[in-house]
């Protein structure tokens, strides 16, 4: 288990592939740790860092009282990044992950090369509609929404699979202040304009049954910047790395050699 142990919060990560090799940094969506790749990593081309970490009140990395703001959970990635001596990373952020990958390219892009923003926007719902979510988890607890949620997660298929339960598992049994200090966060951003002003390689990704951020509304994200493209995966929920990782690493890994971060 690798911790670092920041002034600012105790983060845990992992680093594995080669020590010397080009940095991919993952970072994970809300409620979920960093088993969300678990199934992509083995299936990425040779010869990279691979980096994934637990953000703020999630898996292991230390929680800390809510509500959070984006420059936070910005703000951690990029002291674990500076700890770990990466720069020059390619970004994976899913949904939260993406928002925190557009921060952060915008923020520091000697620590970010190209970024791809997976099941994720600019903005993502309402303030409102985030808070009346962090009013029910704080009445009710996280385990409340956890069934529902997975309408989301999930296409139709996956869930009538058995894996689905663990799934249901995990954001049932995530600490409550990481959770709505994560919403919080989402609540308060809106990176319309700073997204548009980055110029680096950028690909999104979809899945076409996501029903927390539609196609269209990634689409409107990844077209804030000059030649990006979008991916989309069929039927595929909020989560394709989990249920299509073939088609996820595929679409990566294309990625990852057209912009010459691995031969
Ligand atoms: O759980 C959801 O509603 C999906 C989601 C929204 C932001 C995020 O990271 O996941």
Known sequence: MKI????????????????????????NSLGTDLRLWDKLVPLLPAGLRIIRYDKRGHGLTEGTPAPYS???????VEALLDHLKVKDALFVGLSIGGMIGQGLAVKRLDLVRALVISN????????????DRIA?????????IAAPTME????????????LAAWQNMLARQELEGYTGCC????????????SGLRLPCL??????????????VRETVDLVPGSRLELIRGAGHLPCVEKPEEYARILSDFIKETGHVQ
């Open 136 to 144: 029910k988890c704080r009445a009710e607890g996280v385990a409340s």
């Open 120 to 131: 994720s926007a600019a903005k993502m719902g309402t303030a409102e509609m985030w808070h």
């Open 184 to 195: 919080a966060a989402i609540a308060g951003t809106d990176f319309y304009t700073p997204t």
């Open 204 to 217: 999104g990704i979809a899945g076409t049954e996501d029903g927390a951020s539609p196609p269209d509304l």
């Open 4 to 27: 670092a142990d920041l002034d600012r919060l105790k983060i845990h990560y992992t680093d594995e592939g080669d020590p010397e090799g080009a940095p991919i940094v993952f970072a």
């Open 70 to 76: 984006m420059g936070t959970l910005i703000s951690d």
């Open 152 to 163: 989301r997660w999930f296409g139709k298929k996956f869930r009538a699979t058995p894996e």
